[in-house]
């Protein structure tokens, strides 16, 4: 009796230990570090996770930086993250702590993209990566020239001009049917493809993206709880499946690419980055040794996943607040007549002589932050931010929105006024306003930013330069960019939006 005695003892003191254990433990997943920025409750292992799951991203970032200002916290599973939404503490992060903050978050569906993290944009910070970066830069700047831009733009402006011609009076949605100007410029630039409008390829790559989008989300749940990683789920078979579809098509494009390769004729950018490996490897660089096949087709998906989308979108931003607001369509027009003339296509050189319409691209990237919550960064190294303690591997977003719409920085920022980006005289602004980010700053300021402005900039003129684009009659009262609470939220387009078009000469 007595030796059942101490085991029952014995059982009991193991059994209060590990319940001791695992309250602890409960506790510390909900504990914020000491001196950490303020946010709501985590709820314990699970964290912050539930406030998403009735709200949207933004729409939860946003109540939150109501609610506890610029610099507030959150936690997901095991790890925390810190979300910044004024200018001078993202300057601090960025610019002034600038290595400190230039990590990314590992995570499962990243992995996943990128093939153990093989591309430049989710990539870590390190060696590699400032090598892989400086390789994709020295490759892209070729095709960011006045003459090459220029050329790859304007051939294929006619196969749009022709559908958007012949649609009369006929509603349309623009997105992806003015985006397939965008996919065809990045097919030229990377792989010398010209697809016809509406050809199946093409569609089927806008479909890819558009599928890639919505499969990820806000990410998979073993992003969150990383234990999860070893039970498979619809939504990652779903990831899967996609990333391969999108890479099996960039692997065998390299493989074409590296069969007829010439030097002496470099036609696109695989060729670029090609070249560039070639003169490393010979340079004797021994970075270059470690660049493989798969960092190379990354470095591709990087540039053409990224510059379609976010173009795309952008020129869908301003159909949509262009038609919205016909009075400033008519002055972007106006201009352009004045000091193009009717029967000039837009030059690079043009900028500098069109203030009222690049202030008015400018407002569109403001007003739309088609990127609101950026790329998320890591902490490289235990550091301090607004008088905050941030540990080592913290997550840190930027909330581009806020940036775009503080009110201590911009007059009346609820409104779409391209004078935000004009002086008193009408001319554009010779310093852009701090709290302007479209493409980000610091380490990890985006890689096509040249590139995307000169060819927004033509596309652009070009687009309301010829066309007129109005509300569909009959609708004239109903916004295109209010149509559901997410919309009013965050002043965004549909998807769904229809407009009609009319050529002006």
């Not at 949207?56 to 939150?64: G, W």
């Not at 990590?103 to 989710?122: H, N, V």
């Not at 509603?171 to 965008?182: C, S």
């Not at 995307?452 to 295109?480: C, D, N, Q």
Request: hydrophobic content about 40%; aromatic content about 10%.
């Amino acid at each position: 009796m007595a030796m059942l005695g101490d085991l029952y003892v014995n059982a009991t003191t193991v059994l209060v230990a590990l319940t001791t254990l695992a309250a602890f433990a409960l506790y510390k997943s909900s504990k914020r570090p000491a001196n950490f920025p303020p946010g709501p409750f985590a709820v314990p292992l699970l964290g912050n996770v539930t406030s998403f799951l009735s709200k949207t991203a933004l729409e939860v970032m946003c109540d939150l930086h109501k609610q506890y200002g610029d610099v507030f916290s959150l936690r997901f599973g095991a790890f925390n993250m810190i979300v910044l939404s004024n200018i001078q503490i993202v300057r601090e992060a960025l610019v002034t702590k600038a290595v400190e903050f230039a990590g990314r978050p590992m995570s499962y569906s990243g992995e996943i993209i990128t093939e153990g993290y093989k591309d430049i944009a989710f990539s870590n910070y390190g060696p590699q990566w400032r090598y892989q970066r400086k390789l994709g830069h020295t490759a892209i700047r070729h095709f960011a020239q006045k003459e090459q831009l220029q050329k790859l733009v304007f051939s294929v402006t006619p196969q749009i001009a022709k559908v958007l011609d012949d649609l009369g009076d006929k509603p349309f949605a623009p997105k992806y049917t003015i985006g397939q100007i965008v996919y065809n410029i990045l097919a030229s630039l990377c792989f010398n493809k010209q697809y016809e409008f509406n050809q199946p390829e093409l569609l089927q790559w806008i479909q890819l993206n558009v599928d890639a989008q919505t499969a990820f989300g806000n990410g998979l749940i073993a992003d969150f709880f990383p234990a999860l990683s070893f039970i498979p789920t619809p939504g990652e078979r779903k990831v899967r499946k996609i990333i391969a579809e999108m890479l099996a098509f960039f692997k065998k494009e390299l493989k074409i690419h590296r069969e007829q390769f010439d030097p002496e004729n470099v036609l696109d950018f695989v060729d670029s980055l090609l070249l560039t490996q070639k003169q490393a490897l010979e340079a004797g660089e021994e970075e270059a040794e470690h660049i493989t096949d798969t960092h190379i087709c990354q470095t591709v998906f990087d540039i053409f996943s990224a510059g379609t989308e976010t173009t795309t979108i952008t020129l869908h931003w301003a159909v949509g607040l262009l038609a919205e607001n016909p009075d400033i369509q008519e002055k972007v027009a106006k201009e352009i007549d004045d000091v193009l003339g009717r029967d000039t296509l837009p030059s690079l050189d043009d900028r500098g002589s069109l203030p009222y319409t690049e202030a008015t691209i400018l407002e569109v990237h403001r007003y739309g932050s088609v990127a609101p919550l950026g790329v998320p960064h890591s902490v490289m190294t235990d550091t301090t931010l607004a008088g905050y303690d941030i540990p080592k591997g913290t997550m840190v977003m930027i909330n581009h929105l806020a940036l775009h719409n503080d009110p201590t920085q911009w007059s009346e920022p609820e409104k779409f006024k391209p004078e935000h980006f004009l002086d008193d005289n009408g001319q554009l602004l010779k310093k852009l306003p701090e709290s302007f980010l479209p493409f980000s700053t610091g380490r990890r300021v985006c890689l096509g930013e040249d590139f995307a402005k000169k060819e927004i900039f033509l596309l652009f003129t070009w687009l309301f330069g010829r066309y007129t684009f109005y509300k569909v009659p009959g609708k004239e009262s109903e916004s295109l960019l209010t149509l559901n609470k997410v919309a009013a939220l965050t002043h965004q387009p549909v998807d769904e939006m229809e407009v009609c078009v009319k050529k002006r000469y």
